[in-house]
T-cell receptor
Framework: DAGVTQSPTHLIKTRGQQVTLRCSPK?????VSWYQQALGQGPQFIFQ???????QRGNFPDRFSGHQFPNYSSELNVNALLLGDSALYLC???????????????FGPGTRLTVL | GDSVTQMEGPVTLSEEAFLTINCTYT??????LFWYVQYPGEGLQLLLK???ADDKGSNKGFEATYRKETTSFHLEKGSVQVSDSAVYFC??????????????WGLGTSLAVNP
């Protein structure tokens, strides 16, 4: 049973650039959530996707956007990168039967983004 | 709003020592509670969970009991090993009016176990 996968594992960008991170959920899961984890901090919720729509969003600017595809995989896009966007970006998947999300989320290994 | 408070680290123990990491929460409704573990350089792994009052989650020798009266979910292990060295996160998940859930996280507690 494939778990949550993310790509790439590491990425280095410069300020002002744009980046796209990818996530494939655990088999059978239909909901994807994205988190940002700065060094030495806990994860911060960015947004969650279900049925190809953004379902809820944390306190992040519009520079952070996402997408979910019909196969439930997801992308996180960040425009106009800032030094402060350097972090580990985590994707988590869960199941939402009848549209009600279940509570257990399974995490991928993360993408380490460094902005220079 | 909902929040999670866990004890600050770092915690340093000798192998075979007893471990307690405190976690308390505030939430409206009836949240599910979780402990996640993050080993160096890796993502988050679910360690254990409890979904209702008095439930005990357990895994790999770790235990935590959902205490509604004290709004706590303290993590314990009777005898830690060097391989338990990691950062431990307490989290809660509550269902909002839109049938959405997100995880609310504590700041994490770093554990170092010395041989």
């Amino acid at each position: 049973d494939a778990g949550v996968t993310q790509s790439p594992t590491h990425l280095i960008k410069t300020r002002g650039q744009q980046v796209t991170l990818r996530c494939s959920p655990k088999s059978g899961h239909d909901t994807v959530s994205w988190y940002q984890q700065a060094l030495g901090q806990g994860p911060q919720f960015i947004f969650q996707y279900y049925e190809e729509e953004e379902r809820q969003r944390g306190n992040f600017p519009d520079r952070f956007s996402g997408h979910q595809f019909p196969n439930y995989s997801s992308e996180l896009n960040v425009n106009a990168l800032l030094l402060g966007d350097s972090a580990l970006y985590l994707c988590a998947s869960s199941l939402s039967p009848s549209g009600i999300s279940t509570d257990t989320q399974y995490f991928g290994p993360g993408t380490r983004l460094t902005v220079l | 709003g909902d929040s999670v408070t866990q004890m600050e680290g770092p915690v340093t123990l000798s192998e075979e020592a007893f471990l307690t990491i405190n976690c308390t929460y505030t939430a409206t409704g009836y949240p599910s509670l979780f402990w996640y573990v993050q080993y160096p350089g890796e993502g988050l792994q679910l360690l254990l969970k409890a979904t209702k009052a008095d439930d005990k989650g357990s895994n790999k020798g770790f235990e935590a009991t959902y205490r509604k009266e004290t709004t706590s979910f303290h993590l314990e292990k009777g005898s830690v090993q060097v391989s338990d060295s990691a950062v431990y996160f307490c989290a809660l998940s509550a269902l909002n009016a839109g049938n959405n859930r997100k995880l609310i996280w504590g700041l994490g507690t770093s554990l170092a176990v010395n041989p």
